[in-house]
């Protein structure tokens, strides 16, 4: 297949590409290389596929509307994968209109693509933070999801809604896939595991917010890239058994489906700091700190659709995901 993968410079975006062209897939990269955060760290991503031949990199903004236009009609991608994003749930209460640049304008942008040139299927990054204020655990796909805490959520939400419409309106098969706290090697500078690292490794303390009282699905890298793969693979058809008396949030009368992507292991945040510390061979020096705004103290994903429908479910655990991550840390930092 011919895919359009947005975001190729990102943490998961570099990772989905390189998947698809060793399966024999051509590939069509999109991305801004935006400062969020350190372009190096992007760049290199971005280096070790750049000259596959099967590869094509556009450099420019989802905002931009006739560079995304121009993308749809000059490589004809059969399939898209949306995984551009503006993301970090702080860094919106100091930047807020670039999220719905990138995540609301930037998507419709996506959308309209796929409608003028007949895309077979739409593959688009959610996030596990549009169950926001909900706390019945495992957070289920076809539970409510009326309550996002963030700016971020808050577009990842829409951005669910503006599929669905698209689905129903001009039958695009669109499937969103919720992630829950993704790591591993090439990671994000922003989140919790690369800023600890750095933090241990320079003889810092590490910011440890809600006192440590936290739990995530942490999710490694390659299982989330494996969830990416296999429903790109499945295109949604409209579910039969949909109710509209009673309707199920996660399926639709649409070609449409969302599914969690999230490790079935409900880990503590206190044991995800021993597990690095065991993995550096050092100790850490906590500094406790209130919950922070937006934040919620736990996450717990509900894969049995993910398992039923594609087959797969999420299995590489924190002990071994860790340690990946710092082993590749401590060579590509030269630690």
């Given at each position: 297949?011919?895919?359009?993968?947005?975001?190729?410079?990102?943490?998961?975006?570099?990772?989905?590409?390189?998947?698809?062209?060793?399966?024999?897939?051509?590939?069509?990269?999109?991305?801004?290389?935006?400062?969020?955060?350190?372009?190096?760290?992007?760049?290199?991503?971005?280096?070790?596929?750049?000259?596959?031949?099967?590869?094509?990199?556009?450099?420019?903004?989802?905002?931009?509307?006739?560079?995304?236009?121009?993308?749809?009609?000059?490589?004809?991608?059969?399939?898209?994968?949306?995984?551009?994003?503006?993301?970090?749930?702080?860094?919106?209460?100091e930047n807020p209109h670039v999220y719905a640049s990138?995540?609301?304008?930037?998507?419709?942008?996506?959308?309209?693509?796929?409608r003028h040139h007949g895309v077979e299927h739409l593959?688009?990054?959610?996030?596990?933070?549009?169950?926001?204020?909900?706390?019945?655990?495992?957070?289920?796909?076809?539970?409510?999801?009326?309550?996002?805490?963030?700016?971020?959520?808050?577009?990842?939400?829409?951005?669910?809604?503006?599929?669905?419409?698209?689905?129903?309106?001009?039958?695009?098969?669109?499937?969103?896939?919720?992630?829950?706290?993704?790591?591993?090697?090439?990671?994000?500078?922003?989140?919790?595991?690369?800023?600890?690292?750095?933090?241990?490794?320079?003889?810092?303390?590490?910011?440890?917010?809600?006192?440590?009282?936290?739990?995530?699905?942490?999710?490694?890298?390659?299982?989330?890239?494996?969830?990416?793969?296999?429903?790109?693979?499945?295109?949604?058809?409209?579910?039969?058994?949909?109710?509209?008396?009673?309707?199920?949030?996660?399926?639709?009368?649409?070609?449409?489906?969302?599914?969690?992507?999230?490790?079935?292991?409900?880990?503590?945040?206190?044991?995800?700091?021993?597990?690095?510390?065991?993995?550096?061979?050092?100790?850490?020096t906590l500094e406790m700190l209130p919950l922070q705004?937006?934040?919620?103290?736990?996450?717990?994903?509900?894969?049995?659709?993910?398992?039923?429908?594609?087959?797969?479910?999420?299995?590489?655990?924190?002990?071994?995901?860790?340690?990946?991550?710092?082993?590749?840390?401590?060579?590509?930092?030269?630690?």
């Amino acid at each position: 297949m011919k895919v359009l993968v947005t975001g190729t410079a990102g943490f998961i975006g570099s990772h989905v590409a390189i998947k698809l062209l060793e399966r024999g897939d051509e590939v069509v990269g999109f991305d801004s290389l935006s400062d969020y955060y350190d372009v190096t760290l992007k760049q290199a991503r971005l280096a070790r596929f750049m000259d596959h031949p099967d590869y094509t990199h556009i450099h420019a903004d989802l905002a931009d509307r006739e560079a995304v236009e121009a993308a749809f009609a000059i490589h004809k991608p059969q399939r898209v994968v949306n995984l551009a994003a503006q993301a970090g749930v702080r860094y919106a209460a100091e930047n807020p209109h670039v999220y719905a640049s990138s995540n609301v304008t930037g998507f419709l942008h996506i959308l309209e693509g796929c409608r003028h040139h007949g895309v077979e299927h739409l593959v688009f990054a959610s996030t596990s933070s549009v169950y926001g204020a909900n706390t019945t655990m495992p957070f289920s796909e076809h539970r409510s999801t009326e309550h996002p805490l963030t700016l971020y959520a808050a577009t990842k939400k829409a951005n669910e809604m503006m599929a669905h419409s698209y689905a129903h309106l001009y039958g695009i098969p669109s499937t969103g896939l919720r992630f829950f706290t993704v790591y591993g090697p090439w990671g994000r500078p922003d989140m919790a595991l690369f800023l600890f690292t750095r933090a241990i490794l320079a003889g810092e303390p590490i910011k440890v917010f809600n006192h440590g009282h936290h739990s995530r699905s942490f999710t490694y890298i390659d299982d989330i890239v494996e969830g990416v793969i296999r429903a790109l693979d499945h295109p949604p058809g409209p579910d039969p058994h949909w109710d509209s008396a009673n309707p199920d949030p996660a399926t639709s009368n649409a070609p449409y489906r969302l599914f969690n992507i999230g490790s079935s292991a409900n880990t503590p945040l206190l044991r995800y700091i021993e597990v690095l510390e065991q993995s550096l061979g050092r100790k850490a020096t906590l500094e406790m700190l209130p919950l922070q705004a937006g934040d919620v103290p736990d996450t717990f994903a509900d894969c049995a659709d993910l398992e039923t429908e594609l087959g797969y479910r999420p299995k590489v655990m924190v002990e071994e995901g860790v340690a990946n991550f710092v082993e590749w840390y401590r060579e590509y930092y030269g630690e």
